[in-house]
Every structure is written in structure tokens, then in C-alpha cells.
């Protein structure tokens, strides 16, 4: 177990006290020249500048312009001295870089500002050096006094009388001076010294200003005569080792199992309640291994998404010696703004390729000698900067260690941490015992050993380190505090606090409210000080261990000083930071908004809320967009903002449908319609509300209503695109209740406008939209080029999940016209394309499942199987859909069924509950898919008697392509005469419509009927038109198999044996290729034995 490290030395110091020098790291001093000086003095006091600021105080006779070159040279000149110091804030500003110590901030000046130098020949600049000068004075004897209070109620009364004879050698003349030596002799018990320095001070004012001392000192004077007791025991100093044990007690298991995960490359979570020393043991860590990047979450992180990421790369990229190459600049941008354009992220691809650019710079951060992440506090991560950890966690040979609080890990948190169950072990912190309490208190090397009861303060801290420490820290600075009791330990902190100074409680304050937005510059302006004036306050707070590294040293403290803020003072305080923040441009919105709503200005938390939502949604982070848009209505709410209101609640109904929230959408869509004021906002609400209505395809009443309402309103307001927006989810309702008339009626009248005047995204969902009405109406041949123009824009638009869904419709209606080859190489590559965008998971499942049902028709059983089977399992994952999951699961069968897995497809048909009398389409398919079913494992009873219902079913609905499905099946199973007729109308009906993959289907089910009628004339020609056909087509629905057996026999029976025999040879060499290469090894013999087509096939072909 390491000991506490010495204080590390800062890397570089800047000496502007005296000759101005740089000292960087172990190298040699360097001397500053005079303008250089001057500028990282003015940066030092007055924190950042921009150029035209810097340029005017250097060069102040010159004009703007001239000014500016001149610094510009100066910088240019002097970049390689300048590189560790400066830090680029934005693009015109120039700061000091936050590592840099810089003596004038850190205590008292012991010599004047930039040494003898002196700018005679620039008065302005001379001026403001002289002012600098006076200022640095006055703080340092401010500095001095501060600093002696502190050392004063802490008990360090030797260390506060050495400053007090400093200040006075500052200040001879300053009656409080001396008669804060006469007080501090008298505390220390040395009456004769606190008598002279009265002598002493009662001598130089007679002297000097012919005065007599005050009466204060003179009642001081008073005071020390009378003394005759001895005086109660003043603080006790608190030792560095309670500030920070010297040995970690109570922890060897668990220091060596993080040696252990080390040394395996084992990524391990530290889990522990405050103040248990996971931070410790994580510190130690990086003391004792090289390459360790430590990193911890922050209070306020979790509605931010991305804080933790972005600020894991700022701190990879610090560890850089260049900046990254453009590429990943560019990617990286998307979360760091200084590295470029911050682009939203507009698809999961572009999530990915985010992600990876991540990966990239951690690998090169490897290559440069990182080991390992050191991420603290992981309960206070936000959800995405956690979601992408498994990703990240791809680096190979990377170590991940983290800590966190398990009673504070959010719901999310938790998931992923069962989800990396397998790869991140989990190392739970105990309290100590007893013994090793005792142990903590004897290490801690105190002046009286044995006054604190170790049992006592094992029993009220629990054995936690941190509450152990705080009630010694108590015991040693209050006299008589009863240990046996001690305070909880926030109370112990606030006692802490309290005994500060006044100018060190306002800066705890101030860093309370403003949280991990604190900063030196906004401290300085909220308090109405100079930067200079907060060095002592913030000297104090370090030396009493409540701020380190510009932060509160620990989360307890953090809530404790920010409990100790009066309620009407934290808010003006809120206001105040959130103000300076807002000027200043560079806080993310969300953290905005959450001052503002502390604040209660609610108009400004209502819109730096929304703004913070649009943020989260560039960053496809839906969720906490959701999250953000109800806190910016409930803002709205507050402040009594309707318009406000009404916008938020839209937006989160708009957020709500992206995500397919299902009921929730419904819900938030009613009340942003509620909450709408005029037609224009009704209009708006309307669209949402229609296509959340759009969602449940179960009830087409409220969906038609509200778009009808909408479509009308919105032509009333002259909006043609809302009423083409509209439009779509009605004519959507209107095909899906086979209302394809009033669909192309609503649809076609708009084509004019939307070619001509509307945005690329609305004009391809309005070609897709009449592209399936067209489909649906049987005008294919208008369908398909109304799908083409849509792939074409869509593809030359960039609209990437456009033109997917575009490749999909196109392919729908290639299929129907019997062009299955073209359709399956469309379908594929708007597959491949949804892929590659990561597009919905349901959606994708979806379109594989119909890719896969077209490869079986084609006889490509391999793909077709691992499409569909694929689909079907995803659908489980995904959720819920019994119409998607029936729709997969009778297709399957069927290709199940021709592959003679009888057995296979029963079971997958009856997983699923028949459909109620009440969908007749859903239930007819259901009955002729059994049918078919039985037909091919030979149970022709019950093949004919499910055929029959599904036709008396459907009978009502002779146009609908439903019907015409069950004709197909239904004819093997009809007498023969009747199978033929219906195979003759279908054939007709199909050709009429432009369906020719179903007229040779109907032909090849034609021919076999004729053959069983034993009718060779209309077998034959049955067979023409089938042949004919097949040049061209193929074969939708039924057994591509069927077509050589039924043209064979139906040849055959006409006496052209030579041509059956042909069409024979032609069927068993297809059958042979297909046994070959598309159908799995298990399912080879069952194809070739049991499919009744194939039998026959072999049989004739002998």
C-alpha cells in the first residue's frame, strides 16, 4: 500500500514578482521580456482577455488593427515559451492555462510586480502597472491578516504571530496591526510580549503622529493587566495526517485485488457508500502504476448526455503532442466544438462511426502510454456517455477501473452493469472494523493518543473512514466537543464551514451554487471581487481540505456547504451564476436551465430547457430529450407561458413518436392538441396527433377524423404541406381499410404541388405513399415508376433511410408483376442500406421477413430460412407484434412445407391463435396457409374443409388480392373442373391487374386442374400461356417446383412426349441444383422424399 504522496510540484511556474521568469518542469529559469510580461500579467489578475483587449493595454498608441498585428508577431514570435502556458477558450481569447502556478495568486508578493520595470514612454500602460502594483499591496497585507485570522482560529498561534510581525513590518503605522501581536502574545500566555508590543505601539504613534493608541487597544490593554488565569485551550492545529492518513488502514484485501485486476487486465467497479475510499484506493492506484488516466463523473452530469465522454477526450486529447488528424477532428467535433463544426448525429451510423473515432483515439492514446481509465464516481455518468462503454471497452489491453455509489446507480446504470456482468468484476467496499478504526486513530500520529475513544467513534461513524476523520477534524477544532456524540456528518462539515472566514463562507457558497460550473472568473464576478482578492479565501479552502483542484474535495462537502446556502440567498446566487454563465456562451444548456429553474426565473429555465432537448436529440439521445422537454414545459407551466408550453408539450409529442412510445404518444399528442391556442398550433398538433393515431391499425375512426379535421384546417391557413403531411397517414388508413379509391382520390390532386413545392424528405414519403396506392389499385407499371423517382431523389437527396424504404416499396411491386429476381436484388440492397444506417430494429426485422419469404418463392431456401427465421426471432426480442410475428410465421411454414418439413410448419402455423371472424383478411390467409399446409402433408379432408371457409370467408372482398391468395391455394383442392375455372378467372384477373407472377401461378395450377379433369386442350393451353409467361416471370406463391411437373404432364396427356420429357429433364435439373446449393444439409432428404412435388418430379423424370 503506497504512503500519501508529497504535494506534486506544478510543472510550470510563472515568477512575476521581481525579474519575471518561466521555470517549466526541471529546466532552467527563463527571463520574460517586458511585453510578454505584461501580457501573462494581465491574464494572471484579469483572467481571460480577448485580443483586441490584450492588444489595446501593449500597444496602446497604435490603432486597433495595428495593435493587433503587432500582438499577432509578438505571439507568433514567442510561441514556443508561450505553448505551456496558454489555452485557446475560443477562437479571439487568450487565457492562462489552469495548470500554470503563477506566484502573485498564490500568497503574498514578496517583491513589486514585474521587478524595476517601468513603460515611462507608454503612460497608459505605466498607469496601469502602478495601479497593479498598489492593488498587489493592499492584498498583500489583506493576504497577510486573512491569513493570521485563520492560523488564529485554527490554534496555530505560532504560525499567526509570525504573520502578524510580517504585516506589521507591511503596515508600521496600522494601530490593528499591533494590537493584533498584543492579542496573539496574550493567547499564547506570554503577558510580558503582549505588554511591550503595547509599549512598542503606544511609542511610534507618539512618535510618528503625535497620537495616543485607540480605545480598543487600550481596552485590549485593559484585558491582558487583568489576567490572573490561565486561558481556556484555544483549536487544536489539525495535523497534515488527519488532512490525509499517511497509510490507507483497512484495505489490503481490497488494494490487493486491484493489483490483481491490474495485473490480469481485469476491468473491476469498486463499489462503496461515500466516503468509504474508493477515490483513495483509485489514487493510490495511479501513484504506483504508469499510464493510469484518472477521470471521475460529476454532480449534474446525468442530464447532460455525453458529459463524462467529452470529458474523457479533452483529457486524451491533453495527452496528445499534436492534434488528431482531420478525420477524427472531424468526427470528434461532434462533442468538442473547439475541434470544428459540432454536427448533430442524424443516425445510428453516424453514432457508430462517432463511436469508432473514440476507439480510434483511445488506441493512439495506448500507442502514446496509456494503461488504464481510472473513472470515479460512475453513478453521477450520464446514461449515453455509459451506454457507449461496451464499445469503447473494445481497446484491447486496456485496463477499466471505476467506482460508484450502489444505493445511487441509476436503473440504466444498473442494466449495463448486468450487461457487462461477464467481463467487469465487482468489488464491494466494507466499514472498518473496530480494530482497524483504532488502527486509523493511532496512525494518525495525534499530539494526545489517547483522549479520543476509539469504540465511541467506531460506534457513531459506522466505520467509515471519512465520517472517522471529519469527527477527529471536529474533536481537534471545538474544545470540549463530547466525541461520544458527534454530530451527523454533514452537521460536522457545516461547523466547518462556519468557522471560516467571511470572505472563505461567501466563496463556498458561491462554489455550491454554481457546482462544476465554478470557476475563478465567476466566483470573481458573482462576489463583485478581483480575481486577486479570492487567493486568500481560496487559500483557505484548500488548506482546509474543502476545495482541491478547483472542485469541492468531496461530494459529502459539496452537499453540505451547498445545504448551508439560505434558501432566498441560493437563489439570488443561482441567478447571478447562471447570468454570467449565459454571457459567457460555453455551459451546456441543460446545466443552464437548471440554474435558471433554481433561480425561478422560469421563462429562461422554460427555454434553456428546450434548448438543452434539441441538444440531447442532435446527439440521438431520445430519451433525455423526453426528460428535458417535460421539465421545459413544466417551466412554461410556471410562467404562466402558454405559447412556451404549448411548444414543449408538441415537442415531446413529436420526441414521443419518433421513438414508437406506443400509448404515450397518443397521450402526449391529446394534450399539446389541449393545450393549443389558435388554428395555427391546432394545425400543428393535429399532424402529430395523426400520426400517433396512425400507430394503432386497429382503429381507423379517430385517425380519419383528426386528419380529415386537419387536412381541412390547413388548407383553410394556406399550408399545403401540412396538408400533404396529413394526407399521408389518412391515405395510409384508407389502404389498410382497402378504401384504395378514396386513397388515390386523396392522393393523386396533390401530385402537382408536392413535385413542384415540396422538401425532399415530404415529396419522398408522398412517392412512397402514391407508389402504394397505385400498388394497391393494381396499377403496377405507374406503381414501379413512382417508386423509381423515388429511389432516384431519395439517393441523390442523401436521404439514406429514404431511399432504403424506397428499394423496399420498388421492390413490393417488381414482385407482385412477377419480376421476383429484380425484387429480391432491390429488397437487398435497401436491407443492406438500412443496415448500414443501424435503422429501427422492428422496421429491419420486418423487411428481412418479406426479403426472406421472396427468396423462398425463388426457390433460395438457405437464404430464405436464415431471413425469416432471424426476423422471427428478433420480432420476439423487440417486443410484441402478433401481426408481424403471424405474417413471418405462415410464411415460414410454407417454405418449411416445400421443403418437406411437415412437422416444422404445423408447429410454427399453431404457435399463433387463429385470427377472429372479425379480421376476415388476416383469418382467410391463416386458413388457406393451413390448407395448403394439409394438402402437402396429404390430410386432403382437412385441406378442402379449411379451403372452403376461407373462400366463403372472403367471398365478400372478390378484388382484394386476400381472395385471390386463397383462389391460388384453393384450386389443387377443388374438383377438377372448378379448380380450372378458378384458375382461368384468377389468370385473367391477374393478367387484367399486371400481376403476371400470379397469372403463371394460376396458369400452372390451370394445367394441373385440366390434367386431373382429363382435358388436354385446356391443359395445353394452360401450358402456352404458363411457358410464355416464364420467359419473363416467375412463379409467386406457390412451389416453383409445381411449374415443370404441371407442364410436363399437362404435354403429356396432349401426346407431345418429346417436349414433356424436355420440361422434365429441365424440372430434375432444377430440383438437382436447388437440393445442391440452396437447401440446408438437415432438410436434403425431407425435400427430396416428402415434398409430393419433388416425388413426382424424380418419378416422371425416370
Not at 193 to 209: G, I, M, P, Q, T
Request: glycine letters at 6%; hydrophobic letters at 50%.
Amino acid at each position: 500500500m503506497p504512503d500519501a504522496p508529497a504535494c506534486a510540484e506544478p510543472a510550470v511556474r510563472l515568477h512575476l514578482c521581481g525579474a519575471p521568469r518561466l521555470a517549466v518542469a526541471n529546466a532552467m529559469p527563463q527571463a520574460l521580456g517586458p511585453r510578454i510580461a505584461v501580457l501573462l500579467a494581465l491574464l494572471a489578475l484579469e483572467g481571460t482577455q480577448t485580443r483586441g483587449q490584450a492588444a489595446a493595454l501593449l500597444y496602446p498608441a497604435q490603432d486597433e488593427a495595428a495593435a493587433r498585428r503587432n500582438l499577432r508577431q509578438l505571439l507568433w514570435a514567442q510561441r514556443a515559451l508561450l505553448a505551456p502556458l496558454l489555452q485557446s477558450n475560443g477562437p479571439d481569447d487568450l487565457a492562462l492555462h489552469a495548470a500554470v502556478w503563477v506566484d502573485v495568486l498564490h500568497g503574498p508578493a514578496p517583491a513589486p510586480l514585474l521587478g524595476t520595470q517601468r513603460f515611462d514612454k507608454q503612460p497608459a500602460l505605466q498607469q496601469w502597472l502602478q495601479l497593479q502594483r498598489q492593488q498587489l499591496g493592499q492584498q498583500q497585507a489583506e493576504t497577510l491578516a486573512q491569513t493570521a485570522s485563520l492560523a488564529e482560529r485554527e490554534g496555530h498561534l505560532a504560525q499567526a504571530l509570525q504573520l502578524a510581525q510580517r504585516l506589521l513590518a507591511l503596515q508600521p503605522g496600522s494601530e490593528h496591526a499591533h494590537r493584533r501581536l498584543m492579542r496573539l502574545h496574550y493567547l499564547r500566555g506570554d503577558r510580558a510580549a503582549a505588554l511591550a508590543a503595547f509599549d512598542d505601539c503606544e511609542r511610534l504613534l507618539k512618535d510618528e503622529l503625535s497620537v495616543r493608541p485607540g480605545a480598543e487597544t487600550l481596552a485590549l490593554l485593559h484585558q491582558i493587566e487583568q489576567q490572573t488565569e490561565p486561558l481556556p485551550p484555544g483549536p487544536r492545529p489539525v495535523p497534515a495526517s488527519v488532512l490525509r492518513p499517511p497509510r490507507l488502514i483497512g484495505r489490503d484485501a481490497e488494494w490487493a485485488r486491484l493489483l490483481q485486476a491490474w495485473d490480469q487486465g481485469e476491468a473491476l467497479l469498486l463499489l462503496g457508500e461515500a466516503g468509504l475510499g474508493k477515490s483513495r484506493l483509485l489514487a493510490d492506484l495511479a501513484l504506483v502504476r504508469e499510464g493510469c488516466l484518472p477521470l471521475a463523473a460529476r454532480a449534474g452530469d446525468e442530464q447532460l448526455p455525453y458529459a463524462l465522454l467529452s470529458r474523457l477526450l479533452r483529457a486524451l486529447l491533453a495527452r496528445r503532442p499534436e492534434p488528431p488528424p482531420p478525420a477524427l477532428r472531424h468526427e470528434l467535433a461532434r462533442l468538442l466544438p473547439e475541434l470544428g463544426e459540432a454536427r448533430p448525429l442524424a443516425n445510428e451510423a453516424q453514432r457508430a462511426r462517432f463511436l469508432n473515432a473514440v476507439l480510434a483515439l483511445i488506441e493512439q492514446s495506448r500507442d502514446t502510454g496509456l494503461s488504464a481509465l481510472l473513472l470515479d464516481d460512475l453513478h453521477h455518468a450520464d446514461a449515453a456517455s455509459l451506454a457507449a462503454l461496451p464499445v469503447l471497452a473494445q481497446s484491447a489491453g486496456l485496463r477499466w477501473l471505476a467506482a460508484a455509489r450502489p444505493a445511487e446507480l441509476a436503473p440504466a446504470t444498473l442494466a449495463l452493469l448486468q450487461e457487462l456482468g461477464g467481463t467487469l468484476a465487482q468489488m464491494p467496499l466494507a466499514p472498518l472494523s473496530l480494530a482497524q478504526v483504532a488502527e486509523l486513530l493511532a496512525s494518525l500520529g495525534l499530539a494526545e493518543p489517547g483522549a479520543i475513544d476509539a469504540q465511541a467513534l467506531y460506534r457513531h461513524s459506522g466505520g467509515n473512514p471519512l465520517f472517522v476523520l471529519e469527527s477527529v477534524k471536529a474533536w481537534l477544532s471545538q474544545p470540549g466537543l463530547a466525541l461520544a456524540a458527534p454530530p451527523r456528518i454533514g452537521e460536522l462539515i457545516m461547523r466547518r464551514i462556519g468557522r471560516l472566514s467571511a470572505p472563505a463562507v461567501q466563496l463556498t457558497r458561491c462554489a455550491a451554487i454554481a457546482g462544476q460550473d465554478f470557476s475563478a472568473e465567476l466566483a470573481a464576478e458573482v462576489l463583485g471581487l478581483r480575481l486577486l482578492e479570492l487567493a486568500e479565501p481560496w487559500a483557505e479552502l484548500e488548506a482546509a481540505q474543502l476545495l482541491r483542484e478547483g472542485g469541492f474535495a468531496h461530494d459529502l462537502i459539496f452537499e453540505a456547504a451547498r445545504a448551508s446556502v439560505p434558501l432566498p440567498v441560493a437563489r439570488a446566487l443561482h441567478g447571478q451564476v447562471a447570468a454570467f454563465l449565459e454571457r459567457q456562451g460555453r455551459t451546456p444548456a441543460v446545466r443552464l436551465a437548471g440554474h435558471w429553474r433554481a433561480a425561478q426565473d422560469w421563462p429562461r429555465a422554460a427555454a434553456a430547457y428546450s434548448q438543452a432537448a434539441v441538444q440531447a436529440r442532435q446527439t440521438l439521445r431520445r430519451l433525455e430529450e423526453g426528460q428535458l422537454l417535460r421539465q421545459a414545459a413544466e417551466c412554461a407551466r410556471a410562467a404562466g407561458d402558454g405559447q412556451a408550453q404549448f411548444e414543449a408539450g408538441l415537442a415531446l409529442a413529436q420526441a414521443a413518436l419518433c421513438e414508437s412510445l406506443g400509448p404515450q404518444v397518443l397521450e402526449l399528442a391529446q394534450q399539446a392538441l389541449q393545450l393549443a391556442r389558435d388554428d395555427g398550433q391546432q394545425l400543428r398538433a393535429l399532424a402529430v396527433l395523426a400520426h400517433a393515431l396512425a400507430q394503432r391499425v386497429d382503429d381507423f375512426g379517430p385517425r380519419r377524423a383528426a386528419c380529415e379535421q386537419g387536412i381541412a384546417l390547413a388548407q383553410r391557413e394556406g399550408r399545403p404541406e401540412l396538408a400533404l403531411g396529413l394526407a399521408l397517414p389518412l391515405a395510409e388508413g384508407l389502404l389498410n381499410a382497402r378504401e384504395i379509391g378514396a386513397a388515390l382520390a386523396l392522393l393523386e390532386p396533390l401530385r402537382d404541388w408536392a413535385q413542384q413545392a415540396a422538401p425532399p424528405t415530404l415529396l419522398c414519403a408522398y412517392y412512397n405513399s402514391l407508389g402504394l396506392a397505385l400498388d394497391y389499385g393494381n396499377r403496377l407499371v405507374e406503381a414501379a415508376q413512382v417508386h423509381e423517382r423515388q429511389c432516384e431523389l431519395a439517393r441523390t437527396q442523401g436521404l439514406h433511410e429514404a431511399t432504403a424504404t424506397a428499394l423496399f416499396s420498388l421492390g413490393q411491386t417488381q414482385a407482385k408483376r412477377g419480376w421476383l429476381r429484380r425484387a429480391a436484388e432491390s429488397m437487398d440492397r435497401g436491407l443492406q442500406l438500412m443496415r448500414s444506417q443501424q435503422a429501427l430494429a422492428g422496421l429491419l426485422l420486418h423487411r428481412q421477413a418479406t426479403l426472406g419469404w421472396r427468396r423462398r418463392d425463388l426457390g433460395e431456401y438457405r437464404a430464405a430460412l436464415a431471413l425469416m427465421e432471424d426476423a422471427l426471432a428478433g420480432m420476439a426480442d423487440v417486443g410484441p407484434d402478433a401481426a408481424a410475428a403471424f405474417s413471418v410465421s405462415h410464411r415460414l411454414a410454407l417454405a418449411y412445407a416445400q421443403l418437406g418439413q411437415h412437422g416444422r410448419a404445423r408447429q410454427l402455423l399453431q404457435r399463433h391463435e387463429p385470427p377472429p371472424v372479425g379480421l376476415p383478411a388476416r383469418r382467410g390467409l391463416w386458413l388457406s396457409h393451413s390448407a395448403e399446409l394439409a394438402r402437402l402433408a396429404g390430410e386432403l379432408a382437412l385441406a378442402r374443409r379449411q379451403a372452403d371457409e376461407a373462400l366463403a370467408l372472403l367471398a365478400p372482398q372478390r378484388e382484394d388480392i386476400p381472395y385471390r391468395v386463397v383462389c391460388l391455394q384453393a384450386c389443387p383442392l377443388l374438383p377438377a373442373e372448378a379448380g380450372e375455372a378458378m384458375a382461368s378467372g384468377l389468370a385473367a384477373w391477374a393478367a387484367a391487374h399486371e400481376r403476371f407472377g400470379l397469372a403463371l401461378a394460376a396458369h400452372v395450377r390451370g394445367a394441373d386442374c385440366a390434367v386431373r379433369a382429363g382435358q388436354p386442350a385446356r391443359a395445353l393451353g394452360h401450358v402456352e400461356a404458363a411457358r410464355s409467361l416464364a420467359q419473363q416471370f416467375d412463379t409467386e406463391i406457390i412451389y416453383k417446383g409445381e411449374y415443370w411437373l404441371a407442364c410436363a404432364q399437362a404435354l403429356a396427356l396432349s401426346g407431345q412426349a418429346e417436349a414433356a420429357r424436355a420440361l422434365h429433364n429441365d424440372g430434375r435439373a432444377w430440383l438437382a441444383h436447388c437440393a445442391a446449393e440452396q437447401v440446408p444439409e438437415a432438410f436434403l432428404d425431407s425435400f427430396v422424399q416428402r415434398n409430393p412435388v419433388n416425388r413426382a418430379l424424380r418419378r416422371e423424370s425416370r
